[in-house]
């Protein structure tokens, strides 16, 4: 079976970092583009970053540009998401996903982020 399994996240304080890491299982995902979106409370989930398996083309949301860095690992089926410069508006669950036919249909169970001011 085809998991995602998000991990990394925690409580920092604003100005410091965290490396979130996402699992891919059950077969590889070397077509596909992986996403990290987030959740906060009350509001949509809202996308993060992204990046193609093959190619390693990113996108960012705006308001993460600079402070935050998508990345992978193909050996290891792995996408991570390195922040940076963390503010207090970051606080969310964070989830990855996984982009086929151009909609996201395979997410994981999220990881908290708690960024403190």
């Known amino acids: 079976q085809v998991q995602l399994v998000e991990s990394g996240g925690g409580l920092v304080q604003a100005g410091g970092s965290l490396r979130l890491s996402c699992a891919a299982s059950g077969r590889t995902f070397s077509n596909y583009v992986m996403g990290w979106f987030r959740q906060a409370p009350g509001k949509e989930r809202e996308f993060v970053a992204s990046i193609t398996w093959g190619a390693g083309s990113t996108s960012y949301e705006d308001s993460v540009k600079g402070r935050f860095t998508i990345s992978r690992d193909n050996a290891k089926n792995t996408v991570y998401l390195q922040m940076n410069s963390l503010k207090p508006e970051d606080t969310a669950v964070y989830y990855c996903?996984?982009?086929?036919?151009?909609?996201?249909?395979?997410w994981g169970q999220g990881t908290q982020v708690t960024v403190s001011s």
């Open positions: 996903g996984r982009r086929r036919f151009g909609n996201y249909d395979l």
